[in-house]
């Protein structure tokens, strides 16, 4: 086998020949000074070998022609080529002679992350904190999770369904958390909204189902401001050893509210969470009503024992009831306190006079608030902020309208009953408890109610609207 692959070019060298690196002339003529050497060294011109030297220039063309004719561009036609952007230049020193292996395999490393990316663009990874575990996670956005958590946060917060179409939220959002943040409209909010209500509603009830302990309910009725009524149905229940409520029902009424409408409200929202038999209590108000609706409960629901615990009476409102019964008897003089206030409290003129009127006295200005006839604990708090002002109160009232509107009578009967309501005040905070039992807390606090009119019973002042407070007692 001749080990020239071009008459004279071996083989293992016909590659550096097609690549141009040393000229082909100057290698031949090499080759033959070594094969063909003549005596002494020397090359003969003209001797035998002079028609294969001859011979070898003629394949030198030949080579150089093949050459030209491998240097030619070719089609590419691998798929590659449809993911990069090619770019001819003059020098040509970095063609590759390794194919378009490695280029298929960066491909489709970067089609992988493009098809698993949430956006147009390839983006870096980004790192979470993982709460479970206590170290580092990788963190995917998820336009879902985004949905519903802003939907959670629009129910908590009670804000408008607007709210995530205003401009600045997007912008406050697409800034500073996430730029790929999808927003939706007040439309899909609504929708996401109902998914999610939906879903702790159905939580909810897998809970209360899976707990081995009854519940208790708590039913009043509430007025709104448009002049609608609803009724609020509260469910207490044991989660582990702690004990947690829920909202179960908030449903307008219609109507008077009679035992009937009471009782049908009440029973829907106990179907509704499929509690016809776990319910131990239901504590209501005192209203006669709410009385009547109790019969119908114990006809249609598994009461527990023989069902003597089944109705509590709401022990904050009986107190209500007996405390509003004695102010009654001391409205004359809580009156004049109130038109007092009121008075000063008329305009912004009178406002503005009356801080000046303290400024002058070296007393911190204050606004002083005024009490809601139905709701005896706003006039106990009207009395203990007005008490320290009585003196500034009595000088500007007489300066404004003259002596007679209030005196220092009516402050001595404001001083003792404010600590005579002190106490009722301090039992209605610690029966209003939401996450501690109240029930063992009631029997004791009622005793010490009833220690407290006997203490006042002979008194001078408060004798006889103690006397009308035990009889609703």
Request: proline share 4%.
């Amino acid at each position: 086998m001749d080990p020239f692959g071009y008459s004279g070019i071996p083989v293992d060298a016909q590659h550096n020949v097609e690549e141009g690196q040393f000229p082909t002339n100057e290698f031949v003529t090499q080759q033959m000074q070594s094969t063909n050497p003549s005596h002494g060294g020397r090359s003969g011109g003209r001797g035998r070998n002079s028609g294969r030297g001859e011979a070898a220039a003629s394949a030198t063309a030949s080579a150089s022609a093949s050459v030209a004719t491998s240097r030619r561009k070719c089609k590419r036609t691998s798929t590659v080529w449809d993911h990069f952007d090619i770019i001819d230049e003059v020098d040509n020193e970095g063609d590759t002679i390794h194919g378009t292996t490695h280029l298929r395999r960066h491909s489709e490393k970067c089609l992988q992350k493009l098809s698993q990316s949430s956006g147009p663009e390839l983006r870096q990874t980004q790192l979470s904190f993982d709460r479970a575990t206590g170290g580092l996670t990788t963190w995917k956005y998820d336009p879902q999770e985004d949905r519903m958590e802003v939907a959670r946060m629009i129910a908590a917060l009670d804000q408008p369904l607007s709210f995530v179409e205003h401009p600045n939220w997007q912008r406050y959002i697409k800034v500073v958390h996430n730029p790929n943040a999808q927003f939706t409209s007040k439309t899909t909010l609504r929708k996401d909204l109902l998914k999610l209500f939906k879903k702790e509603k159905d939580a909810l009830i897998n809970l209360l189902h899976s707990t081995s302990g009854c519940v208790a309910l708590t039913a009043d009725i509430w007025s709104a401001i448009a002049h609608k009524d609803y009724l609020a149905v509260t469910g207490h229940y044991f989660k582990g050893f702690d004990l947690d409520k829920r909202i179960l029902g908030f449903k307008c009424v219609l109507g008077s509210h009679s035992a009937d409408l009471i009782y049908n409200t009440i029973l829907n929202v106990i179907d509704e969470f499929s509690l016809r038999d776990k319910v131990m209590a239901i504590t209501l108000d005192n209203a006669s009503a709410n009385t009547k609706a109790i019969e119908f409960f114990e006809n249609d629901l598994s009461l527990f024992g023989d069902g003597t615990i089944f109705h509590q009476r709401c022990a904050c409102h009986v107190i209500n009831l007996i405390v509003k019964s004695g102010l009654k008897e001391m409205g004359n003089h809580i009156k004049r306190i109130r038109y007092s206030l009121a008075w000063i409290q008329g305009s912004n003129q009178r406002q503005e006079d009356w801080f000046r009127f303290l400024q002058a006295l070296n007393i911190p200005p204050r606004a002083l608030a005024l009490d809601m006839p139905i709701r005896w604990n706003s006039t106990y708090i009207m009395l203990q902020q007005c008490i320290p002002y009585k003196d500034a109160i009595t000088n500007y009232m007489c300066a404004k309208l003259g002596v007679g509107h209030i005196d220092e009578f009516d402050w001595q009967i404001a001083e003792v009953l404010y600590q005579f309501l002190g106490r009722f005040h301090e039992v209605t905070l610690k029966l209003s408890g939401t996450y501690y039992p109240t029930s063992p807390l009631a029997l004791g606090e009622l005793l010490r109610i009833s220690i407290l009119f006997h203490e006042y019973r002979e008194d001078p002042i408060l004798g006889v609207p103690v006397h009308s407070m035990e009889k609703k007692f």
